[in-house]
């Protein structure tokens, strides 16, 4: 209109007797947006909007941990190791989310509490971690990349079980009990491929510290497994599996200490039949600890994989 940048055509014959709004007109002022620089030379200044504060980040801040569905969950392989202390900042979390190194999802339950009391499980110093509750309470996850033996390291007060669940919730798939309070570490050869696996309290409260994936090694080929294996309290704490097929199974079981040059100081053998918890009295000399399975007949043959006691 007149020079100024909002520009509008009326048509005369039928605007002129039409004394109702024009609905064309209005609409067109309603959006319009100025496009004036200047009136009568002066310059004509937009007006300033002051962006809204966005304040300063602490360098020392906790990261929180990533949010990420199930589907992100990276598949543990051999050789991984996840502790508890790296999963989420040591901060609460709820069902879905996936720890920062991306191995450990939160399958149920939120809020979960952090513990840091520190203690050394299968050579390594740890972080007591999340706590951990019935399965559609407080549980976690991984989904390991193939067979393998998984190793758990937690905290359980009293006799307070550790579970773990695979291809059925109904019923767990391994299942590790402890005889005092104190720190452990329970082994599981996963056999199940492609299903995930759950960690679970199954009589409520224990801390779960960290998860190493190792190769299984042809395990089946065996007629035991040493499920697990620590020294707690003076005593030697072993758990076997046997998949053999004799009635009653006769064998014997060797522990061997070396030496930090990786010689033999030390040997003992206990005879053994079949599926069984066994607790032994035992002063370790300060080297490393392996367990051997033989059979008993004399013939030398191994029935078990080599385990190195945690």
């Known amino acids: 209109m007149g020079g100024g940048d909002f520009k509008w055509t009326f048509n005369n014959e039928t605007d002129d007797p039409d004394h109702s709004v024009n609905q064309a ?9 100025s496009k004036l620089i200047s009136v009568a030379g002066g310059t004509v200044v937009p007006p300033v909007v002051s962006p809204e504060p966005t304040g300063t980040a602490d360098p020392d801040a906790t990261p929180q941990p990533t949010v990420a569905p199930p589907g992100d969950i990276s598949k543990m392989p051999i050789g991984a190791v996840s502790y508890a202390k790296d999963w989420f900042g040591q901060q609460s979390m709820s069902a879905g989310d996936i720890s920062l190194d991306g191995y450990v999802g939160c399958y149920k339950g939120n ?61 767990p798939a391994g299942v590790y009990t402890p005889e005092t309070s104190g720190d452990f570490a329970y082994t599981y050869h996963f056999t199940e491929v492609g299903s995930p696996l759950y960690i679970a309290g199954l009589d409520g409260d224990i801390n779960l ?4 994936i190792s190769a299984a090694e042809e395990a089946d080929e065996y007629d035991y497994s040493i499920e697990s294996a620590v020294i707690k309290d003076g005593a030697l704490n072993i758990e076997l599996k046997y998949r053999g097929a004799e009635q009653v199974p006769s064998a014997r079981l060797i522990v061997a200490e070396y030496s930090g040059s990786e010689l033999l100081s030390g040997f003992n053998s206990y005879e053994i039949s079949g599926e069984d918890i066994l607790k032994f009295d035992y002063v370790p000399g300060g080297g490393s600890i392996k367990l051997y399975i033989w059979s008993a007949d004399g013939a030398l043959e191994p029935l078990s994989i080599p385990a190195t006691v945690q």
């Open 25 to 33: 007109l209005l609409d067109a002022i309603k959006s319009y947006e």
């Open 111 to 171: 809020g979960n509490s952090y513990k840091s009391n520190s203690f050394s499980a299968g050579g390594e110093a740890m972080t007591r971690g999340y706590q951990v509750k019935q399965l559609d309470a407080r549980s976690f996850y991984i989904i390991p990349e193939s067979e393998c033996m998984v190793t758990i390291y937690f905290y359980s007060s009293g006799s307070r079980r550790l579970g773990v669940y695979t291809e059925s919730a109904a019923e």
């Open 209 to 212: 510290a960290g998860i190493r």
